[in-house]
């Protein structure tokens, strides 16, 4: 069993070598980066040329410095060498768990290192989408398997009717409809971002005001996710209801609840417990839009402001680290089977 989860981990870790190759050809081979990292110094060198020719009136000494200066970026950013020279060694570094700094990003702290960047909006994250997801999580478990009790019934299908509307809504939708309602028509919670400005002072104040922000995106999300997946725990019990092995449980007899409890919940686990892990280790990715409409520093705003930005080193490093969380819930999924499903076993 040790050598086959070994095994299963050593696939895992290729796995992750594949997607960071792909990352490579993705900026480098299609032209992104280097069309990117341009755009970045053409920009920068405008902003240069124009406070030069404030105080320099020699057309000729003017274009030999911002020419002088345009190399010293194009350095800078190794414009200077071709893109598989120079993206290589960033997943290498990166592999080695050497984030190394960011190009433009920033902390609020104002630490360019991406590992900073890193802890401060996981943090966030953690916070915002993870607290959705357990509460969405908890949410299923309790409505799903009471509603596969009651197939067929008026209350079931009242209930897959409202749990159909509610994975039909769009997270930005109800993002926007809350913060109109309960923040702005009846100021109950606050609009948007992570703190109050002046922000508290004090641990736990700050944590108390962090909550408070976090509400109206954390209920936004539990309200367009937890119908999915309560249905989809509805549907994972009932399937596993009808197997052959619960209608010889209860040809014997044997009690409704202990049916209930070894039979189907116990049968049914693996996939739900497999739905459990990997949404949330999805959700410390973050959510680009519910973030972007709280303005909300989390990792999926780090990622979208990364690729804007044009900054290698964050891009593969969030892309390495989300990787890398998959690959870890995957491989405590197949530790996990072990203890659920009896059915599994590894020789």
Not at 2 to 22: A, N, P, Q, S, W
Not at 52 to 75: C, G, H, K, N, Y
Not at 220 to 227: E, I, P, Q, T, Y
Request: hydrophobic letters at 50%.
């Amino acid at each position: 069993m040790v050598l086959k989860l070994l095994g299963r981990g050593l696939t895992l870790f290729g796995v992750l070598v594949i997607v960071l190759l792909m990352v490579v050809v993705s900026l480098g081979a299609t032209g992104f980066s280097d069309r990117m990292l341009e755009s970045t110094v053409s920009e920068e060198i405008r902003a240069y040329r124009t406070t030069l020719s404030q105080t320099i009136r020699d057309p000729e000494v003017l274009e030999a410095t911002v020419a002088q200066r345009r190399a010293e970026l194009e350095a800078f950013y190794h414009l200077d060498q071709p893109w598989y020279t120079r993206l290589p060694d960033t997943i290498k570094r990166v592999v080695t768990f050497d984030l190394g700094e960011a190009r433009t990003l920033r902390t609020t702290e104002g630490s360019p290192r991406v590992a900073d960047l890193l802890a401060e909006r996981l943090g966030n994250t953690i916070l915002l989408i993870t607290t959705a997801s357990v509460i969405t999580s908890i949410l299923g478990l309790l409505i799903g398997p009471r509603l596969a009790a009651r197939a067929g019934t008026r209350l079931d299908r009242a209930a897959c009717l409202a749990l159909a509307v509610s994975y039909a809504l769009p997270a930005w939708w109800v993002g926007i409809f809350f913060v109109l309602f309960f923040a702005f028509e009846w100021g109950i919670f606050p609009y948007g971002g992570l703190l109050s400005a002046p922000p508290p002072d004090g641990a736990l104040a700050r944590l108390g005001d962090m909550a408070w922000h976090a509400a109206l995106p954390v209920a936004a999300l539990v309200v367009v996710s937890f119908g999915s997946w309560a249905y989809a725990v509805r549907t994972m019990v009932l399937n596993t209801a009808q197997e052959p092995f619960v209608t010889v449980g209860k040809a014997k007899g044997l009690p409704q609840n202990l049916i209930e409890r070894r039979y189907i919940l116990r049968a049914a686990a693996p996939p739900i417990v497999t739905s459990l892990i990997l949404g949330l280790a999805g959700s410390l990715g973050g959510a680009i839009l519910t973030e972007t409409v709280f303005n909300w520093p989390g990792m999926g705003r780090l990622y979208y402001d990364a690729i804007i930005a044009a900054d290698e080193t964050v891009i593969v490093a969030l892309t390495f680290v989300f990787t890398l969380i998959y690959l870890a819930a995957r491989f405590v999924l197949e530790v996990l089977y072990l203890w659920l499903d009896p059915r599994i076993r590894y020789t």
